[in-house]
């Protein structure tokens, strides 16, 4: 005697067989044509018979990740395994405590719609990966609106569920992909800003690695079912990596509503502060090394950029010592990882100007300089939104007279140096070396320089400088509030 569940895989497997009896295509291909030729159901054929007319309203939302300061991130997951595959990595994600999005082709649940029910039984989101699994960018218009359409259809008619985004097998996307999931009413086109590549067959220590270097505040991670049996074994690196920097993996959904809308460049306050400036020459300049006072305050300063786990690493030393203090950014850093900086905001610390390509300033053209200079602060400013610490501190600390003539002419009159430094950027300084360096030089007033560099000594020594200068009863002040 059948159980129930047989009953209705097999009452489920007439059904669709008799849909793909009756498939039609949108293009004169035939059954046999090109293998990204759409397959479209029966019930859909007098649909498919009327013309669709390109939309031409605002387009979708690209969302390859997402503005955020929070310590969260998305794994995601395209196309559908089979059953027995499909079963592994729901238990791997249940054992981590995980709740992933899965963007799955619309025939593949039409076919098993047990596994899609089951991925929403345990907690998971469900989103649409097309109909027949396409790279969409390579059909018209037409074609790609009935993909997305009626992928949208057998999902929500098997599951219940009404997918709210759309991505393409590969995750590329185009205008017209765009505006058709507009006009369906599709909340966003997904893309990925953590490709580990698991195509290339790689193992599930190298696929975890990968992520772990790049994983990000924000980040969409992308894997894929029906291609490696490694993403499986992988879940486990992953949720290591991310357990180990503090960061929480979460849905899809979930992470764009705690995200926010980030204002283009023109309509922050402060973006146009910084600009270019020919007439350079007699401009005034200040470099400030520390402050002249008799209080025992000092500035701690950070420079340069990082990974995600170094950086993090740092600001919850700093939170759990209740300080504040500035980091000089490099803007190519952060025009990758916006949200990185953000976070630093938000946080408390200010967030100040080390250039963008972190080139020597005095190798460089007045031209150069100042382009430099105020691509920096654009940078910064919308990846903060909002204006940036008006500081300049020069890469390397190297500045002459002319130099600082050319920053201070583009917007930046205080150019920030120290009086406190270790040579922590060098890894062949130890923690040890650091500590000792940071408490031989500190007085009144010091600015202490440290850095934000992966594979560097600094977060190892600061939870111990920063215990050390206290005993010494120094407070610790924003560069701004100690100067000013």
Same mark, same amino acid.
């Given at each position: *005697?059948?159980?129930?569940?047989?009953?209705?895989?097999?009452?489920?497997?007439?059904?669709?067989?008799?849909?793909?009896?009756?498939?039609?295509?949108?293009?004169?291909?035939?059954?046999?044509?090109?293998?990204?030729?759409?397959?479209?159901?029966?019930?859909?054929?007098?649909?498919?018979?009327?013309?669709?007319?390109?939309?031409?309203?605002?387009?979708?939302?690209?969302?390859?990740?997402?503005?955020?300061?929070?310590?969260?991130?998305?794994? @995601?997951? !395209?196309?559908?395994?089979?059953?027995?595959?499909?079963?592994?990595?729901?238990?791997?994600?249940?054992?981590?405590?995980?709740?992933?999005?899965?963007?799955?082709?619309?025939?593949?649940?039409?076919?098993?719609?047990?596994?899609?029910?089951? &991925?929403?039984?345990?907690?998971?989101?469900?989103?649409?990966?097309?109909?027949?699994?396409?790279?969409?960018?390579?059909?018209?218009?037409?074609?790609?609106?009935?993909?997305?359409?009626?992928?949208? +259809?057998?999902?929500?008619?098997?599951?219940?569920?009404?997918?709210?985004?759309?991505?393409?097998?590969?995750?590329?996307?185009?205008?017209?992909?765009?505006?058709?999931?507009?006009?369906?009413? *599709?909340?966003?086109?997904?893309?990925?800003?953590?490709?580990?590549?698991?195509?290339?067959?790689?193992?599930?220590?190298?696929?975890?690695?990968?992520?772990?270097?790049? *994983?990000?505040?924000?980040?969409?991670?992308?894997?894929?079912?029906?291609?490696?049996?490694?993403?499986?074994?992988?879940?486990?690196?992953?949720?290591?990596?991310?357990?180990?920097?503090?960061?929480?993996? &979460?849905?899809?959904?979930?992470?764009?509503?705690?995200?926010?809308?980030?204002?283009?460049?023109? #309509?922050?306050?402060?973006?146009?502060?910084?600009?270019?400036?020919?007439?350079?020459?007699?401009?005034?300049? +200040?470099?400030?090394?520390?402050?002249?006072?008799?209080?025992?305050?000092?500035?701690?300063?950070?420079?340069?950029?990082?990974?995600?786990?170094?950086?993090?690493?740092?600001?919850?030393?700093?939170?759990?010592?209740?300080?504040?203090?500035?980091?000089?950014?490099?803007?190519?850093?952060?025009?990758?990882?916006? !949200?990185?900086?953000?976070?630093?905001? #938000?946080?408390?610390?200010?967030?100040?100007?080390?250039?963008?390509?972190?080139?020597?300033?005095?190798?460089?053209?007045?031209?150069?300089?100042?382009?430099?200079?105020?691509?920096?602060?654009?940078?910064? @400013? #919308?990846?903060?939104?909002?204006?940036?610490?008006?500081?300049?501190?020069?890469?390397?600390?190297? &500045?002459?007279?002319?130099?600082? +003539?050319?920053?201070?002419?583009?917007?930046?009159?205080?150019?920030?140096?120290?009086?406190? @430094?270790?040579?922590?950027?060098?890894?062949?300084?130890?923690?040890?070396?650091?500590?000792?360096?940071?408490?031989?030089?500190?007085?009144?007033?010091?600015? &202490?320089?440290?850095?934000?560099?992966?594979?560097?000594?600094?977060?190892?020594?600061?939870?111990?400088?920063?215990?050390?200068?206290?005993?010494?009863?120094?407070?610790?002040?924003?560069?701004?509030?100690?100067?000013?």
């Amino acid at each position: *005697m059948r159980s129930n569940h047989t009953l209705q895989c097999r009452n489920s497997l007439i059904r669709y067989m008799a849909l793909f009896l009756s498939l039609i295509l949108l293009t004169s291909c035939g059954m046999l044509g090109s293998s990204n030729s759409p397959v479209v159901p029966a019930e859909s054929q007098e649909q498919g018979e009327r013309k669709i007319e390109r939309y031409t309203g605002e387009k979708s939302r690209i969302i390859s990740s997402v503005y955020t300061a929070r310590k969260e991130l998305s794994l @995601t997951f !395209n196309g559908m395994g089979d059953a027995a595959t499909m079963e592994r990595l729901l238990n791997e994600l249940d054992k981590y405590g995980i709740k992933a999005t899965f963007f799955l082709p619309g025939m593949r649940v039409a076919e098993e719609p047990d596994i899609a029910k089951s &991925i929403i039984e345990r907690g998971h989101e469900i989103e649409n990966n097309t109909l027949n699994h396409l790279d969409l960018t390579k059909l018209d218009y037409e074609q790609i609106y009935k993909e997305i359409q009626l992928a949208n +259809e057998v999902i929500e008619r098997e599951t219940g569920v009404s997918p709210k985004y759309i991505r393409t097998k590969s995750g590329d996307y185009s205008d017209d992909i765009r505006l058709a999931a507009a006009q369906l009413g *599709m909340e966003g086109v997904v893309s990925y800003s953590i490709n580990p590549k698991d195509r290339d067959m790689k193992g599930a220590k190298e696929i975890g690695e990968y992520v772990a270097r790049y *994983m990000s505040r924000g980040g969409v991670i992308t894997l894929n079912t029906d291609i490696n049996p490694e993403i499986v074994p992988a879940v486990g690196f992953i949720a290591e990596a991310a357990e180990e920097i503090g960061y929480r993996l &979460i849905t899809l959904d979930e992470l764009v509503k705690n995200g926010g809308e980030r204002k283009p460049l023109e #309509e922050i306050s402060g973006f146009d502060a910084a600009q270019l400036n020919p007439d350079y020459e007699g401009t005034p300049y +200040e470099l400030i090394y520390k402050a002249d006072t008799k209080k025992k305050e000092i500035a701690l300063t950070f420079d340069d950029w990082a990974t995600d786990k170094t950086v993090t690493r740092i600001l919850d030393i700093l939170a759990e010592h209740d300080i504040q203090v500035t980091f000089f950014l490099r803007a190519q850093g952060v025009e990758q990882n916006p !949200n990185l900086a953000r976070a630093m905001i #938000e946080e408390g610390h200010d967030v100040a100007n080390h250039s963008y390509a972190h080139q020597v300033v005095t190798t460089l053209t007045p031209e150069q300089l100042q382009e430099d200079v105020v691509k920096a602060h654009r940078v910064i @400013t #919308e990846a903060i939104q909002e204006q940036p610490l008006m500081l300049y501190r020069p890469p390397t600390g190297v &500045i002459d007279h002319k130099s600082a +003539e050319i920053i201070a002419a583009a917007g930046y009159p205080r150019i920030a140096m120290y009086d406190v @430094t270790t040579l922590d950027w060098n890894d062949s300084n130890s923690a040890e070396d650091i500590v000792n360096g940071v408490m031989k030089q500190t007085q009144n007033g010091s600015v &202490i320089l440290l850095h934000i560099l992966d594979g560097i000594h600094t977060a190892e020594a600061l939870p111990t400088v920063l215990e050390q200068l206290k005993e010494k009863g120094y407070t610790f002040v924003k560069m701004k509030d100690l100067i000013e």
